[in-house]
């Protein structure tokens, strides 16, 4: 148990549906991540927020949008995706900025169908 | 071509065996991580690397910054150390590349 943790686990959606990933941590930290972890690639760090404020977007399509309302919470909200999206979607925070401080969620298993 | 590649990709072994995971990069670095992601996907911090070796418990991670390789060192590898070991570095810019993994199993 990292103190973070995210729902649902597992997702199944269309390629039309709207869905909303959602993470929340109990650590007191002031950073939190989106990443994305596809079959055989390596993980792609997706937004990062930083006291509520975005200050990364690494080329991210704009059918994936995050909204942080405050430093425990944060959702990535998900319409018109598309199969090769299916993917594992792991939340982190951190009280600082570096990846050795970053306590990873469980991830939601998204599947496009 | 990705900026951190990692060797093996895949690994067996037998409980007991002494087990190295390599992991080569090509950028400019100011630390490289070692992550261990079990079954399930949740992910842990295993060391953080700017220079030299560090140990914790039965493992051991090394680094030649000259050379741009890492190590990692299972000593008396156990059915629990089964998982997926990432390798990551932060380059000077600040930005984050990480290798695909490599999926250990330790059968006993």
């Known amino acids: 148990e990292t103190g973070v943790t995210q729902t649902p686990r597992h997702l199944v959606m269309g390629m039309t549906n709207k869905k909303s990933l959602k993470c929340e941590q109990h650590l007191g930290h002031n950073a939190m991540y989106w990443y994305k972890q596809s079959a055989k690639k390596p993980l792609e760090l997706m937004f990062v927020y930083n006291f509520k404020e975005q200050t990364e977007n690494n080329s991210v399509p704009s059918r994936f949008s995050p909204e942080c309302p405050n430093s425990s919470h944060l959702f990535l909200h998900l319409h018109t995706l598309q199969p090769e999206d299916s993917a594992l979607y792991l939340c982190a925070s951190s009280r600082g900025g570096g990846l050795g401080e970053q306590f990873f969620g469980p991830g939601t298993r998204l599947t496009v169908l | 071509k990705n900026e951190v590649e990692q060797s093996p990709q895949n690994l067996t072994a037998q409980e007991g065996e002494f087990i190295t995971i390599n992991c080569s990069y090509s950028v400019g670095i100011s630390a490289l991580h070692w992550l261990q992601q079990h079954p399930g996907g949740g992910i842990v911090s295993l060391f953080m690397?700017?220079?030299g070796k560090k140990k914790h418990g039965r493992l051991i991670a090394t680094i030649n910054i000259q050379e741009k390789h890492s190590s990692l060192h299972i000593t008396a590898s156990h059915p629990r150390d089964s998982a997926v070991y990432i390798c990551a570095v932060r380059d000077t810019g600040n930005q984050f590349y990480f290798g695909t993994g490599t999926s250990l199993t330790v059968i006993p």
């Open positions: 690397l700017s220079s």
